[in-house]
């Protein structure tokens, strides 16, 4: 794992990219922000009161000099921000309302990153992931061509990498949806050093069953494929025919993956976050995320359990993902 990271580090440094951390009086986000400024990965920015974050800082003994800090009601340039809101919201919020949604350090932060005045945020260390996401839905919005964000796990096991999908946010997605994950999760794969063969995964293997689940997954091939054509993706795939060579030889001897795919697909959020948590508890895989991806620029999301270790490994990732 910590190789993992030492290579994402060592592709950022050179980037000079910068952080969002709405959460800037949590020890956490204090806590790996310094660790990410002193050793020159990226730039930390942390919203709050100054003065406050400073004196958080000096008592749980953490030097935040080489961090950003900023405070949305004294930002140089709120007029324009707000300007830019109201544009991007289309008329669903007048100017006032947005001075006074632009105040709420998620919405802020977020529109740094809009107005490329940061290259991406970590939230979630005190809020939700509502509280996280709907900003970044409302303002950054995904790519062309992607209608939902997804979420994955990236799963290590000493020098075994896997990608998972989507664990965190889609509950029922549709072909459609399917499709976008699996797109959008070879991106990821690629990100993580991870040449990207792709299991579409059902309780069926190739007709082995028919239902309108498996057609789903099916189908979902099929306009995953026409997304990008270039991708090496089979299915629908039960887990062993898609992982164990001897099982693929016997259930699906014709397919391109030969039973050694490493991005896995799941038809819903229930089988996603099972099958990651078995991975993670009986397998004793680490599981790295969720990362958020589909949106224009990066927003990731942490767990309010999260530790100063999850928030610095979870920027690492933004950082790389920008």
Do not use: W
Request: glycine content about 6%; proline content about 4%.
């Amino acid at each position: 794992m910590s190789n993992l990271f030492d290579q994402l580090s060592d592709k950022i440094k050179t980037t000079d990219k910068s952080i969002v951390f709405p959460e800037g009086m949590d020890e956490r986000i204090l806590t790996a922000a310094s660790q990410l400024g002193a050793a020159g990965i990226l730039t930390p920015v942390l919203l709050g009161d100054r003065s406050k974050m400073k004196q958080k800082a000096e008592e749980i003994g953490v030097d935040i000099a080489t961090c950003k800090l900023m405070e949305p009601k004294d930002f140089a340039e709120f007029d324009l921000m707000v300007e830019t809101f109201v544009e991007r919201r289309k008329g669903k919020v007048t100017a006032e309302q947005a001075r006074e949604i632009l105040l709420d350090e998620n919405y802020f932060g977020t529109m740094l990153v809009y107005m490329n005045q940061a290259d991406g945020l970590v939230s979630g260390a005190t809020h939700s992931t509502a509280d996280t996401v709907r900003p970044a839905l409302q303002i950054i919005k995904t790519k062309n061509g992607i209608n939902k964000t997804s979420g994955v796990f990236i799963m290590v096991r000493n020098d075994e990498k896997y990608v998972f999908a989507d664990c965190a946010i889609n509950i029922n997605p549709d072909s459609q949806d399917l499709a976008e994950i699996a797109v959008e999760s070879a991106v990821t794969a690629e990100l993580f050093d991870v040449d990207p063969r792709i299991a579409m995964l059902s309780f069926s293997t190739k007709g082995s069953a028919k239902s309108e689940e498996t057609d789903k997954v099916v189908n979902a091939l099929d306009l995953a494929k026409e997304k990008n054509p270039s991708l090496i993706i089979d299915g629908e795939f039960q887990f062993d025919a898609a992982f164990v060579p001897s099982v693929a030889s016997k259930k699906a001897p014709d397919s391109v993956l030969n039973g050694d795919a490493n991005v896995f697909i799941f038809p819903s959020l229930e089988a996603g976050n099972i099958g990651y948590k078995i991975a993670q508890r009986l397998g004793e895989f680490e599981a790295v995320g969720p990362v958020l991806q589909g949106l224009n620029k990066p927003v990731n999301d942490l767990s309010r359990g999260c530790s100063a270790d999850d928030v610095y490994k979870l920027a690492i990732i933004t950082a790389a993902q920008a």
